[in-house]
Structures are given as structure tokens and as C-alpha cells.
């Protein structure tokens, strides 16, 4: 009884105990499959290794790290994850931003036009790897050629695939954000947009001078989101052009995730030192960009 | 402006439409007439995909997973929200913290020592575990999304369960859960299409052989339907299907969480 009253507000049914039995089930997956695991990563990539077994009591410093930064892989797979940010931000969200206003302000089928943008969210990203790949290799050229205009290697040409492997991540998420950004829209006061068309103001100056200010900490949400988004791109280099031609086409991910494919089938060497230090990269990058986040919100006192 | 809408109306239909026409017809016919609607409707292709691309099989396990996942996910997290949103204790505000770091983590960065445990302790290859590594990744935000549903709920609907000698378990069961439903049917939608699509995890953990379906249509699309354009396309379009029903029918409980995850925003 004693111990009920150290942790509980008094007269409340619950019990210590029966609150741990509610409370361990999910925390201890989470702990073991889910946090233990990302702090192991930081672990494995100091270590040395002996084939595939860590050698805790061996510290390695930041070799890997050294071997990694060194890798022109690993720059070609942070300069694909900067690319999809430029078409994240400067493709993907003018478009769903577009769209979202159009359906918040003027259109009677909002619900249905909506549903269509959001399909591509909800098909698996291998199918519409697949999709994609199919409609690079077969369906476009054709096109460009009964128009007069010479075909294009999208799949293999330097300087092209880097940029059709990353368009259709930019093209699914467009639906995505005009659901958040609709969400948004829906409550920015109709008087407001009234008041500044009585000023005179057209369909750009209200986007700018109503829409935009309303949702101002939500647009910034999104946009590093979108960034934080980028930094995770794999699906369609991994299934598109499988990182290639000559690995041009590797993200951060595609690469990490082709050195754990290659464990799980040959026989060949893996180096999980290098593994771990490019993941653990992978995860600064994205940590930095969310703390980047929280620290704008907490400035501009959002939330 | 409706111009505008419709063209990206079109530009988001017309890849799957294009890949729909093509699954019914055969691959010479493609090669003339990539565009137009197909002269022969050739079923056959669907046939050939399902039959030589193991589609039975893998949809089998992608289904178990589904199910089991789902459950595992909703269990977890609806018991966990309860003990947070529902009690005062002392370490309510450290538990709470300790799930929401969840939400900072990637999966990309525990796929590797996530890969070395399993195996380690025996558990490669199986459903079961593919299963429990879903519910718990997707973890923190549905504690946090029902825990803020479960804070709405009155308390004197619990006080007069607890009159009534209900326990713990009572009260969480037939008080709070049935109040609870939209909350699980939202999370219920997220995870089902989570699960039946997630790749990268289920390809480190299972064998090609014993795989859920995006690991074997990623398999089988790249190798040997690659050049079979009307069985590829079949394949594909087999596999988008469930997804896109799922979410026609369920799709009002989708807008409202990704509203939610807005808000939240």
C-alpha cells in the first residue's frame, strides 16, 4: 500500500505493478529491437572486426569513418540525397502547395482530385520502382522520337539518370503534402482572403500576402521534412539502376543497403565497420536536420 | 485552375493506366503499339505472372504479415498509451520521453546490428519476427497518436467502471478501447499498407524464398520477367491492386491521420 501511495496520485485504481505490465510489452521490443540496435551502429563503427564478429575490447577509432569520407561513393551517394532535396523543394512542394490551394479555395471535387494525388503514397515504392524503370526504358523515347526530337538513355546517361532515379520519390510525395498542406489551408480565416481581395489583391498576391503567412511554420515544417526525406531516398536507385551505371546513381541508403544485401548472399567480405560508420552518418545527417527543426520551432514559438 | 488540377490528375494516373494496358498484352504487340489500347486482350500474361512470379506463395506471407503485424502494433501500443495517458506516476514523464526518441530514429540506421541480433538469437527468416520488428518500429508514433486520443476520453467514465470492481485490464478493455476505435481504425489503415509494403527490412530478414510480396516482385521483375513486358506489368499491377482498394475504401480514415500528423506538425 505504501509503495501505491510513492507512486501514485491517491485514490487512483491503478497499480505499480499492473501500470509496469501495461507499460512492458511494447517497451521491451522497443528497447532490444529499436533503440539498442541504433546505438550499436555508433558502437560497430569504432570497433575493429574480425570477419564478422565486433571486437568490443579493440577500439578502432574513426578508421571507418577515414575510409568513408574518402569514398567517392559515398560523395556521389550525398550528392544524389542533395539532388532529390533541390526537386523535394523546389519541385515537389510549389506543386503540392499549388494544388493545395486550388483545392482548399476553388474546387468542387476537392475529396476526389485528392484521392488521386495521394495514390502513389499508398502503392508499395517497389511497384512504382518498377513502374518507373518500365516507363524510362520503354514509354518515353518513343514519344520524344514521333515528336522529331532524338531519344534519351534515361537509365544509363551520366548527367540524366542521376535525375530520373530521383523524380519519381519527388513526383509521389507531391500528393502526400497537399493532404498536410490542405489540412493547413482549412483553417486560415475566409474573412482574411476576403478582406485582401477587396484590396484588390489576385490569386499569386493572396498565395503570398494570406496563404502563405498562415501556414508560415507548417510550410517550414514541411520543406525540412521533405530534406530530412531526401537524406532517406533508396527505393528507386536500388530498383531502377541498382546504384548504377558505375555507381553514379547510389544514395547514402542505396549504398548502406547494398553492402547488407551482399552479406546475406555471397560469400564475399563485408566490411560492417564501414557499413556501421555510413549509417552512422547517414543518421547524423538526418539528427542534425531535425534538431534544426525543433530549434526553429522552438524560436518562432510554434507548437 | 481545374486545367492545372487535371494535369496532375493525369500526370499521377497515366504511369499506372499505361503499365494496366500493357499487362494485357503480349510483348510483341507492345513493341508496335505501346500507347493504344491492346488488339488482343491477352489474360494470359496475368497467368504467367502469377504462376511463374510465385505470386500465391509470397501474397501468403505478405498477408500473415499483415495480420500478425497489425495486431502485434495495435496491442502494444494501445497498452502502452493507456499506462501513460490514463495514470499519474513517477516515471510517466521518463517513459513518455523515452518513447517519443523513437521518433528521431530512421530505420535505416539499425538495419545492420538489427540484422546481426536477429539472426543471433535464432529468429531469421520468420514471419513471426518480421512481424513483432513492424509493431515495434511504428511504435512511437502510434503510442503518441493514441495516447492523445486516450487523454480526450472522461474520467468518470473509468471512475464508474472502477465502482463497479472493474480492474486494470477491465477498464482497459471494455472501457477505453471500444472508445478508442477510430483511433485504432486510423492506425489499423497506416499499418495494413505499411506492412504490405515495407521492402528493405523484410529482404535482410527472410529468405528470397520464404519473402513477403515487394521482396519477390523486386526479385522477379528484375530477373526473369524482366524482358516479358506483359507479364511484368501483370505482376505489378496484381500487387498494386489490394493496396489501392484498401485505401479507396478506407481512404477517410487515412486523410484524418495524415491530418493528424499535420496538426501534430
Known amino acids: 500500500m505504501n509503495l501505491k501511495r510513492f507512486w501514485l496520485r491517491r485514490g487512483h485504481y491503478g497499480s505499480p505493478i499492473g501500470i509496469a505490465l501495461f507499460l512492458l510489452p511494447a517497451l521491451i521490443p522497443y528497447t532490444f529491437l529499436m533503440l539498442y540496435p541504433t546505438l550499436q551502429t555508433f558502437g560497430y563503427s569504432v570497433v575493429k572486426w574480425q570477419g564478422i564478429i565486433p571486437d568490443w575490447s579493440a577500439f578502432d577509432g574513426f578508421t571507418q569513418f577515414g575510409y568513408l569520407f574518402r569514398d567517392p561513393i559515398f560523395w556521389i551517394g550525398l550528392a544524389n540525397c542533395a539532388r532529390a532535396s533541390l526537386l523535394g523543394i523546389l519541385f515537389t ?28 503514397s499508398v502503392v508499395p515504392g517497389v511497384m512504382l520502382a518498377f513502374m518507373w524503370r ?15 526530337l532524338s531519344a534519351v538513355r534515361w537509365l544509363s546517361r551520366d548527367g540524366v539518370v542521376q535525375w530520373s532515379t530521383n523524380f519519381p520519390w519527388a513526383w509521389r510525395g507531391v500528393g502526400f503534402w497537399v493532404v498536410i ?12 482572403y476576403e478582406a485582401a481581395q477587396l484590396d484588390g489583391a489576385g490569386e499569386l498576391q493572396l498565395v503570398r500576402h494570406v496563404t502563405l503567412p498562415s501556414i508560415w511554420g507548417l510550410f517550414i515544417t514541411a520543406n525540412i521534412t521533405v530534406l530530412s526525406g531526401a537524406l532517406g531516398t533508396f527505393i528507386f536507385q536500388r530498383l531502377m539502376t541498382e546504384g548504377g ?20 548472399t555471397a560469400a564475399g567480405r563485408i566490411d560492417w565497420g564501414f557499413a556501421s560508420a555510413l549509417a552512422a552518418v547517414q543518421f547524423s545527417l538526418s539528427a542534425t536536420v531535425a534538431g534544426v527543426l525543433l530549434w526553429l520551432r522552438g524560436r518562432t514559438g510554434e507548437d | 485552375m481545374y486545367l492545372f488540377l487535371v494535369a496532375w490528375a493525369v500526370i499521377t494516373l497515366y504511369p499506372f493506366l499505361f503499365v494496366l494496358l500493357t499487362s494485357f498484352k503480349a510483348p510483341v504487340e507492345f513493341l508496335d503499339n505501346p500507347f493504344g489500347l491492346p488488339k488482343i486482350w491477352r489474360f494470359k500474361n496475368y497467368v504467367i505472372a502469377y504462376v511463374q512470379g510465385s505470386v500465391a506463395t509470397y501474397t501468403l506471407n505478405s498477408v500473415f504479415v499483415v495480420i500478425v503485424s497489425t495486431a502485434m502494433a ?60 513492424y509493431a515495434t518500429l511504428a511504435l512511437p508514433f502510434n503510442v503518441f497518436f493514441f495516447a492523445a486520443y486516450m487523454e480526450t476520453i472522461p474520467r468518470e467514465l473509468e471512475e464508474a467502471a472502477v465502482m463497479d470492481g472493474a480492474n486494470m485490464w477491465k477498464v482497459f478493455w471494455s472501457v477505453i478501447m471500444p472508445i478508442s476505435k477510430p483511433a485504432v481504425v486510423t492506425l489499423t489503415t497506416f499499418h495494413v499498407l505499411y506492412a504490405w509494403g515495407e521492402y528493405v527490412i523484410a529482404l535482410l530478414l527472410l529468405e528470397f524464398a520464404h519473402s513477403t510480396l515487394p521482396v519477390g516482385v523486386a526479385t522477379v521483375a528484375a530477373g526473369k520477367m524482366a524482358q516479358n513486358y506483359g507479364a511484368y506489368s501483370a505482376l505489378l499491377v496484381m500487387t498494386s491492386i489490394p493496396a489501392i482498394l484498401f485505401f479507396v475504401a478506407l481512404q477517410r480514415y487515412v486523410v484524418k491521420g495524415v491530418t493528424a500528423g499535420a496538426l501534430k506538425m
Open chain 2, 74 to 133: 495495435m496491442f502494444l501500443s494501445a497498452t502502452s498509451a493507456f499506462a501513460v495517458s490514463r495514470f499519474r506516476f513517477r516515471l510517466r514523464g521518463v517513459i513518455w520521453a523515452y518513447i517519443l526518441i523513437g521518433f528521431l530514429v530512421n530505420n535505416y540506421v539499425l538495419l545492420m546490428p538489427l540484422m546481426i541480433l536477429i539472426r543471433r538469437i535464432g529468429i531469421y527468416d520468420s514471419l513471426w519476427a518480421l512481424s513483432l520488428v
Open chain 1, 134 to 148: 518500365f516507363i524510362f526504358s520503354k514509354a518515353i523515347n518513343p514519344i520524344l522520337e514521333a515528336v522529331g
Open chain 1, 93 to 120: 512542394m510549389p506543386v503540392a502547395m499549388a494544388l493545395a490551394y486550388v483545392l482548399t479555395r476553388h474546387a468542387r471535387a476537392a475529396g476526389l482530385f485528392r484521392t488521386i494525388y495521394y495514390l502513389p
Open chain 1, 181 to 192: 498542406l490542405m489540412a493547413g489551408m482549412a483553417s486560415v480565416p475566409r474573412e482574411l
Open chain 1, 245 to 264: 551505371p558505375n555507381d553514379r546513381t547510389h544514395t547514402l541508403v542505396s549504398y548502406l543497403v547494398s553492402f547488407l544485401t551482399r552479406g546475406s
